[in-house]
């Protein structure tokens, strides 16, 4: 799905390379295979957690009219991972926590919205491909068949969002910034379960 318009093709193009190493990580690797265990799945959903706890809560609290354009069901799903973590039985893991740095304005928001939103496409393939533990998906999951059409309308709303060049070069660092997050994040839970697998 290409040509959307602008500021989807500046984001995706500065953040394909990021998808493709993000591909690489063991972890997500294993999951889309289907060959994670299920507390390598916990730790992973764990940094997941740790991720849209605090950018949830920082989005609500410092870009509430972003919250309301985009709508608001687009920031809960600190429940699902929630309802998730406790179905596998496993709180959150303490030692993986570490929030994502709170975006400074709203074009960066946007470019984090995207990263999040954007995500959802990679969950509806995986929860569609039966690989998931069956009892604890809800996260990946996402909107389910809604998935697209809520896509294609968080893309028209980024581009009425960042309407010029300062503001996409804003929010592609952004999206640049969240990618390296769960890049960094996923690595070190990657390291620890697959000693020496990852660097
Ligand atoms: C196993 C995990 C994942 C799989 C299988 C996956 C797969 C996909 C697929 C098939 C697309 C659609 C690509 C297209 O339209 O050409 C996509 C898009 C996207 N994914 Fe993932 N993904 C995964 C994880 C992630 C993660 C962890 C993130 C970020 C945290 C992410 C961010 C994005 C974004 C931003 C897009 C939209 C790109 C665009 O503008 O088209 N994905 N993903």
New binding site residues.
């Given amino acids: ?1 290409q040509g959307m318009g602008e500021a ?1 093709d500046d ?2 193009q500065a ?1 394909t390379a990021a ?1 493709r190493r ?2 690489e990580n063991p972890l ?1 690797a294993g ?2 295979a289907g060959t994670l265990s299920e507390a390598d799945y916990a730790r992973m959903l764990s940094a997941y957690l740790a991720f849209y706890q605090a950018w949830e809560e920082q989005m609500k609290a410092n870009f509430p009219d972003l919250v309301e354009l985009a709508g608001p069901e687009r920031f809960l799903k600190t429940h699902w991972l929630l309802k998730d973590l406790t179905a596998l039985g496993s709180p959150a893991d303490p030692r993986i926590s570490g929030s994502p740095a709170t975006p400074s304005n709203r074009a960066r928001a946007a470019g984090s919205l ?2 999040v939103e ?2 959802t ?2 969950g509806m ?2 929860s569609r491909s039966g690989k998931l533990p069956a009892h604890a998906h809800r996260f990946f999951e996402g909107y389910g068949a809604e998935t697209m059409p809520k896509w294609k309308a968080l893309i028209e709303l980024l581009e009425a969002l960042l309407p010029d060049e300062e503001s996409r070069r804003e929010a592609a660092e952004e999206a640049s910034a ?2 390296a997050w ?1 890049q960094h994040r996923l690595a070190q839970i990657a390291s620890a379960c697959f000693r020496g697998a990852e660097d």
Avoid: E
């Fill in positions: 799905m989807r984001l995706r953040t998808h993000l591909d997500v999951l889309a995207y990263v954007g995500s496409i990679g393939h995986l969240t990618f769960f």
